[in-house]
């Protein structure tokens, strides 16, 4: 088929740079009559899949794509070898190891790839993969600041990229039902909603005294740490992605970790754009360890005509109506108030609270939102439809970055204003600087991508 911008006739083979740097020869790649591309699809075409990041999740959305019979293992790329040989040996009759992921984006045949990194390399790996014509699942947060999902959603369209951020709990028929629920109308207005995350891990959180200098044989430290500030190694730091929020310079803490999950709902429900204003507070308040977030962070949100909260707590795990054990465990919930009643959820469960009789005769409404095959599988269809799925760059961007201003307004001390329709911050220079990261050399900023 054609490009229908130049009217080239052209594959995703050919547009994808054909240099390889590995260091060891690549096994055979799957072929068909057909090869998936910009505005190419055939049900009998195999799809070549990499992978970017083999810890945890990584492993879970590769295996979840891989259960699909037309995707083909191509390639896998970790700094670490512990995590890099097993997922190899899992697919080693296709699967090309790399320990660089810029050396992966130019293996031959490669189609789409996973990028289950940490949160600070997100955005520049994402930028390339588009830059190589690749499709993407990006795991969530989408980036940790505004200036990167800016820039990663500009590449997303500039490059006419398939792409989706990996927050399941979207794909759950339990969000479906609720979005209908509050789309109904039976709740009637809804000036508030508030979210909320508790644990506690006071005061001790991930530990204290565990940085050294004795790097595991097989990491590339440096090459894990890339485009964010130089630090000792952690051995707790690296486990998984749990870990990752007790650092700021890999996550920006736990609110970009859980928030993109729960204010999910409310911002698919009500259809909200970007807020208007954001005033946040926090701090680290109990918590010692050799982390460095905060521990206590408490947000408000202005749209037009209502507000969201956000409250996340690494001190105290009370759960509201939600706490439905006595003890210490994690808890979140989602709060709408509505004039007719208030609705509260979950990840799984849901109660209504009438207004007193404002509710009476009111039925829930008809299923309407199909049900998902899973958040990967949406991906891999989407390639093959070349129609995005449902949380694209263009949709979760209205997620990632009122979390991001959170945070930033946290830092700053002092409400952020924005202006929604320019997507720029309001008189002040200082949030507008700080909102555009800074890399470590020789890693640079993708900013040609700040402009659509």
Excluded at 33 to 48: Q, R
Aim: glycine share 8%; net charge neutral; charged share 20%.
């Amino acid at each position: 088929m054609e490009n229908k911008k130049s009217k080239t006739p052209y594959t995703r083979r050919q547009f994808v740079k054909t240099g390889s740097a590995a260091a060891v020869a690549a096994p055979l790649i799957m072929q068909s009559s057909m090869v998936y591309g910009k505005g190419n699809s055939s049900p009998n075409n195999k799809i070549n899949l990499g992978i970017i990041g083999c810890g945890g999740l990584g492993k879970v959305n590769l295996a979840n794509c891989a259960k699909h019979p037309d995707i083909v293992v191509t390639a896998a790329c970790d700094v670490w070898k512990e995590r890099l040989d097993p997922v190899v040996e899992l697919h080693k009759e296709t699967c090309t190891p790399y320990t660089d992921y810029r050396e992966l984006l130019q293996h031959k045949g490669l189609d789409a790839v996973i990028i289950a990194t940490p949160a600070h390399w997100h955005a520049i790996q994402a930028i390339e993969a588009a830059e190589a014509g690749l499709d993407i699942y990006l795991q969530k947060p989408m980036t940790m600041h505004m200036g990167e999902s800016i820039a990663v959603r500009n590449a997303i369209r500039k490059h006419d990229i398939i792409c989706q951020i990996g927050t399941q709990i979207h794909a759950s028929d339990h969000y479906r039902r609720m979005v209908e629920l509050v789309r109904s109308g039976n709740l009637g207005d809804i000036a508030t909603v508030r979210t909320f995350f508790v644990m506690n891990e006071a005061p001790n959180g991930i530990g204290l005294g565990n940085n050294t200098d004795q790097i595991p044989e097989g990491m590339n430290w440096d090459m894990w740490v890339g485009p964010a500030r130089m630090q000792p190694f952690n051995p707790n730091l690296v486990k998984d992605a749990f870990y990752h929020g007790f650092w700021m310079d890999f996550s920006g803490g736990w609110t970009p970790g859980m928030a993109p999950h729960i204010t999910d709902l409310p911002i698919w429900a009500l259809e909200l754009g970007y807020p208007s204003e954001i005033s946040a507070m926090g701090g680290r308040y109990i918590i010692k360890d050799d982390g460095d977030a905060y521990d206590n962070h408490e947000v408000i949100w202005k749209y037009p005509k209502m507000t969201m909260t956000w409250m996340e707590s690494l001190t105290n795990s009370y759960g509201f109506d939600f706490l439905r054990e006595q003890k210490s465990q994690r808890r979140l919930g989602i709060y709408f108030h509505g004039v007719n009643g208030t609705l509260l959820t979950d990840y799984s469960t849901h109660q209504i609270l009438p207004e007193g009789n404002r509710m009476e005769g009111m039925e829930t409404p008809p299923e309407s939102i199909p049900s998902s095959p899973g958040q990967e599988m949406e991906w891999i269809e989407s390639i093959k439809t070349r129609k995005q799925p449902l949380c694209n760059p263009e949709y979760h961007i209205k997620v990632d970055t009122p979390i991001q201003l959170s945070v930033l307004s946290m830092k700053l001390g002092r409400s952020i204003k924005f202006d929604p329709d320019k997507e720029i911050i309001i008189g002040d220079k200082e949030a507008s600087k700080l909102a555009i990261p800074e890399y470590r050399a020789p890693w640079k900023f993708p900013s040609k991508y700040l402009k659509a």
